[in-house]
């Protein structure tokens, strides 16, 4: 575990490293006091340079203003340049690099070029003026260029660091879109099978009540109908209310998947407010066969009688995986599609071989097609596993656990 320590609220880090840089420039001011014009006063000078040095990440602009005015102190007493003068070139290079406003150190360079042309003047030796001048405006040239560089790739840097924070967040934007989106459908097509299966219930109903004087084994029968019925029902409105419930974060989609009905190149749209079952899935294959899949049909035996809401789920759950076959395995891929039932579950896959060809016109996909299964999946306290073949291609299985309700695959049958 890594512990952030600050003093007065900066990185102690950096407070380490201000303080070195300051104590390394004081250092050097003293080794050269000796020979050096202005005594002890020049000394005090350097030193308070050297103090200012201790906010220059904090106050470049201001650390600059003072150190620049002290440097121009030292000019004017005709003490010509220091060994302290180093500060200078740490002022002006800290605020070039950290001002918020880059004029701020263009005009910190500017006044850092009239403090070189005024400290040649002053400089003792046999050198021209003008040389000293050269040589000082290298360095101090040098160092402004060089903290340019760096500000430049900071900024470039927090701007990268800002676009990516931005794209996630209008990544998990969209995600928990797409999962209202997808609970929003769920919640629509299971209204639709609640509503199928009160309407069978009071079909029935009126059955017993008109047979119950003449057929009493009929009416009997139309009231244990009513009564698994209900009981379906019931669970139905159970994971209805739990649909519509406040949703979580939604998980990151590990892989590129359809969203919602297939859009697939190819592929005949579903006709809108449809309840499509088990029994509909020859149909299905046969849809995505015409658009360029080789599909291959796999079961152990004839499809489940479950009820409709779980027959729904696996049904969108074959349509998602072969949309998203279809999209990103390409046209011509082979397709397996399977269903079996091990004991108490019920278990539906979809595995493509990755080697079609990319459609003409590739669809757009919004990348949530997985949360989506999941959600479905999730509805029924099932498994979802979603992942690359070891030799290519990709595999969606879902494992949902059969119903506890007695009777209920005799209703939906």
């Not at 840089?21 to 308070?48: D, E, T």
């Not at 040095?53 to 650390?63: K, N």
């Not at 004991?343 to 996909?365: C, F, H, I, L, Q």
Request: proline content about 7%.
């Amino acid at each position: 575990m890594t512990v952030n320590r600050t003093v007065f609220g900066r990185p102690l880090r950096s407070v380490a490293f201000d303080v070195c840089v300051a104590l390394g420039v004081v250092l050097v001011g003293l080794a050269g006091a000796g020979n050096q014009p202005g005594g002890w006063l020049a000394v005090l000078l350097g030193a308070a340079m050297a103090v200012a040095l201790l906010f220059r990440r904090v106050r470049p602009s201001a650390v600059a203003a003072v150190v620049a005015v002290l440097a121009l102190v030292q000019v004017a007493a005709g003490w010509g340049p220091l060994a302290f003068d180093v500060a200078v070139l740490v002022a002006l290079y800290s605020v070039v690099k950290y001002a918020e406003r880059l004029r701020d150190g263009v005009l910190a360079g500017v006044v850092a070029a009239v403090g070189v042309v005024l400290a040649a003047v002053q400089t003792p030796g046999e050198a021209p003026w003008w040389a000293t001048t050269i040589y000082f405006g290298l360095i101090t040239g040098g160092v402004f260029l060089a903290a340019l560089n760096v500000r430049t790739r900071r900024l470039y840097v927090l701007s990268l660091e800002e676009r990516a924070a931005t794209l996630e967040r209008e990544r998990e934007a969209e995600a928990r879109a797409a999962v209202a989106e997808e609970r929003t459908r769920i919640a629509r097509e299971l209204h639709d099978v609640v509503a199928h299966s009160l309407a069978v219930m009071i079909v029935q109903a009126d059955g017993a009540r008109f047979t119950l004087d003449r057929d009493p084994e009929t009416a009997r029968a139309a009231v244990k109908v009513v009564a698994d019925t209900g009981r379906v029902a019931l669970e139905e409105m159970r994971r209805l209310v739990g649909v519509l419930r406040e949703p979580s974060p939604p998980e990151t989609a590990v892989a590129p998947a359809a969203n919602g009905a297939p859009d697939a190149p190819g592929v005949a749209a579903e006709p809108a407010h449809r309840r499509p079952a088990l029994a509909e899935l020859p149909a299905l294959l046969d849809r995505f066969r015409d658009a360029g899949l080789r599909v291959r049909w796999s079961a152990a035996d004839d499809p489940p009688a479950l009820p409709p809401g779980l027959e729904l789920t696996l049904y969108r759950v074959v349509q998602e995986g072969l949309t998203n076959a279809l999209k990103h395995a390409g046209v011509g891929a082979g397709v397996e599609v399977g269903l079996d039932r091990p004991e108490g579950a019920v278990v539906v896959r979809v595995v493509d071989d990755g080697r079609g060809r990319p459609p003409v016109r590739p669809a757009p996909s919004g990348g949530h097609g997985l949360l989506g299964m999941r959600e479905r999946v999730g509805v029924y306290d099932g498994s979802l596993t979603a992942g690359p073949r070891p030799g290519g291609g990709w595999r969606v299985e879902a494992r949902l656990p059969l119903p506890s309700t007695p009777g209920a695959e005799v209703v939906a049958a």
